[in-house]
């Protein structure tokens, strides 16, 4: 796995589909839901199919074919 990748949030939280597009895995909100809802997502070591899911400090989301894991910061 490659060197884990670090994302800032302001705020609360961020949802994992803009946590995607955001850092740049993804163009559009579209394309970050089919990843998500395919199974290609994990947040904490757990497949996550909620695009929704609300994702905070701590968390790291995972994404094998990509070879990359955020950390929210």
Not at 11 to 34: C, N, P, R
Not at 47 to 54: D, E
């Amino acid at each position: 796995m490659s060197e884990r990748q670090k994302i800032e949030i302001r705020g609360e939280f961020i949802k994992l589909d803009s946590l995607l597009k955001f850092a740049g895995f993804t163009e559009t909100g579209g394309i970050a839901k089919e990843i998500i809802q395919s199974g290609r997502v994990s947040v904490n070591g757990e497949v996550c199919l909620m695009r929704g899911k609300k994702l905070r400090s701590g968390d790291v989301v995972s994404i094998p074919e990509a070879d990359a894991e955020i950390e929210i910061i």
